[in-house]
């Protein structure tokens, strides 16, 4: 009797552990507390926008690391509303170096092919030290392979 009373515990035990691994709420989610609502989505991707457009630079700050954050909370959306705004941030030569690190961050978030050649685009052209070495350090896999593969045509 006591082992199936056993038995029957252990396999409700596991039955729990498997139902809450199941959770809709992502590991992000659990660790941040964040509101975020799908139904609000669009709406809250049009104010970001506008406060990409902002001409004050904490404001733009706020919305690229609230774009980086929505990407994680719903990775299936490609927010590509966002891109040309992140771009215009990044591009920015005289703006400030950390609003420019966050927009390139949440740019490089989207994984869009646009995107991509934009920040390969900075990191040829930018002067800006701090910007361009971010920009390396994103396509260090990239470099590797350009190596690997010129040595192979050498």
């Known amino acids: ?13 596991l039955f729990a552990i498997t139902i809450q691994a199941q959770s809709d709420i992502n590991r992000f989610q659990k660790q941040h507390r964040t509101n975020f609502n799908k139904k609000n989505l669009k709406s809250m991707q049009e104010m970001l926008v506008k406060a ?44 400030e170096t950390s609003t420019r690190i966050l927009a390139l961050f949440a740019l490089e978030s989207l994984h869009n092919d646009e995107g991509d050649a934009v920040i390969k685009e900075i990191q040829k052209s930018t002067t800006n030290n701090t910007i361009r070495e971010i920009c390396n350090a994103m396509f260090i896999p990239d470099i590797k392979a350009e190596e690997k593969s010129d040595k192979i045509n050498e």
């Open 1 to 13: 009797m006591s082992r199936n009373f056993l038995s029957l515990m252990l396999g409700l035990i």
């Open 52 to 95: 990409l457009e902002s001409s004050i630079s904490s404001k733009v700050a706020s919305a690229a690391q609230t774009v980086r954050e929505l990407q994680q909370i719903f990775p299936e959306e490609s927010f590509s509303s966002m891109l040309n705004p992140l771009i215009n941030v990044v591009k920015a030569e005289n703006g």
